[in-house]
């Protein structure tokens, strides 16, 4: 199976989840599997059949819009990650929880220099 991490502001959508298992051979399959255990969660994900353009998927860490998309392959074990754009805000401050930092397309979380 292939875990999905849910950002906190869709957790109320998944339950509370953090991180939901899902099936599927690709990146769309496995949204698409999502999106049926949690179909609450869809109309944030979607825009009709098209990811919305502010939500982005990263596989293992690495942008999937730079690999083949929707049509990427995972396999057991993968992670994949949803990080919905923000804009505006001050320079990164956190006080003992995780943050985000995308750089060249590849997500890394402030845990990642520990």
Not at 43 to 56: K, M, T
Not at 76 to 81: E, F, I, N, R, S
């Given at each position: 199976m292939t875990t999905i991490r849910i950002p906190t502001p869709l957790r109320p959508y998944t339950g509370g989840n953090g991180a939901v298992d899902v099936s599927g051979a690709t990146v769309g399959e496995a949204l698409a599997d999502l999106t049926?255990?949690?179909?609450?969660?869809?109309?944030?994900?979607?825009?009709?059949?098209?990811?919305?353009?502010?939500?982005?998927?990263?596989?293992?860490?690495?942008?999937?819009?730079?690999?083949?998309?929707?049509?990427?392959?995972?396999?057991?074990?993968?992670?994949?990650?949803?990080?919905?754009?923000?804009?505006?805000?001050?320079?990164?401050?956190?006080?003992?929880?995780s943050a985000w930092r995308v750089t060249d397309g590849r997500a890394t979380t402030n845990e990642d220099a520990l």
């Open positions: 049926r255990l949690h179909p609450q969660l869809r109309p944030h994900l979607y825009d009709g059949e098209a990811l919305r353009s502010f939500v982005n998927v990263y596989l293992n860490k690495e942008d999937v819009r730079g690999l083949q998309g929707s049509d990427t392959a995972v396999s057991a074990g993968d992670t994949l990650m949803i990080i919905p754009s923000i804009a505006g805000g001050g320079p990164l401050r956190c006080s003992g929880h």
